[in-house]
């Protein structure tokens, strides 16, 4: 199975604080994406970093990439309320065009 | 960016019943995508909606089970058929604008309930 993992599979925080998740995959990659979800809803996409990249911000967000590894993590500084929901990691192999999904990790920051 | 939307958005349903959900983008895409997320679980790739073809199933999805049409560049469906207690999950389309190293947009999903 080509599924990435995630650790934790759950992480509970308080408001403020940073929140670190991984993802760890298996086979060569174009790219790693990384979702959230609320609630079981749609996902919602947060950033993309590409396998000749190595790290990448966003707002509160900094992705990082090793593909020697075969690992990326998500940092999100300075957490709120609002970020309380399930991340996944997911990426698209090389000669795919899907996305293969990490197992998730479900994020509670709490007031 | 391409905007997703899903119809409908959930359905509660007797077994033995089929339920057939559709996808629009906002945009003309290159490749449209049916994942299905178990309760508790992470997303798994039912199709390739392909576009004037049948589509590519993966393994353990069959047609029969998951017919899925794709008439043109913006829309899509999938039929949940002959459905089971087992079918009640989340069903979201996917779509990719450019080539496998572009970012993938999910819709809203369909929540499905079986009784």
């Known amino acids: 199975s080509q599924q990435g993992e995630e650790d934790p599979q759950a992480l509970s925080i308080q408001e403020g604080e940073n929140a670190t998740m991984n993802c760890s995959y298996k086979t060569s990659i174009n790219n790693l994406q990384w979702y959230r979800q609320n609630s079981g809803r749609g996902l919602v996409h947060l950033i993309l970093i590409r396998s000749n990249e190595r790290e990448k911000h966003s707002g509160r967000l900094r992705v990082t990439l090793d593909t020697s590894k075969k690992s990326s993590s998500l940092l999100i500084t300075a957490s709120r309320a609002a970020d309380t929901a399930s991340y996944f990691c997911a990426t698209g192999g090389r000669g795919a065009n899907n996305l293969f999904f990490g197992t998730g990790t479900r994020l509670t920051v709490i007031p | 960016s391409a905007v997703i939307s899903q119809k409908p958005s959930r359905d509660i349903c007797q077994r033995g019943t089929s339920l057939t959900i559709q996808c629009q983008v906002d945009?003309?895409?290159?490749?449209m995508f049916w994942y299905r997320q178990q309760p508790g679980q992470s997303l798994t790739l039912i199709a390739t909606?392909?576009?004037?073809?049948?589509?590519?199933?993966e393994s353990g999805f069959v047609i029969d089970k998951f017919p899925i049409s794709r008439p043109n560049l913006t829309f899509s469906t999938l039929t949940v058929s002959n459905m089971s207690p087992e079918d009640s999950s989340i069903y979201l389309c996917?779509?990719?604008?450019?080539?496998?190293?572009?970012?993938?947009?999910f819709g809203p999903g369909t929540r499905l309930t079986v009784l």
């Open positions: 945009s003309q895409v290159t490749m």
């Open positions: 996917s779509a990719l604008q450019g080539s496998s190293t572009d970012t993938q947009y």
């Open positions: 909606a392909n576009q004037g073809s049948e589509a590519t199933y």
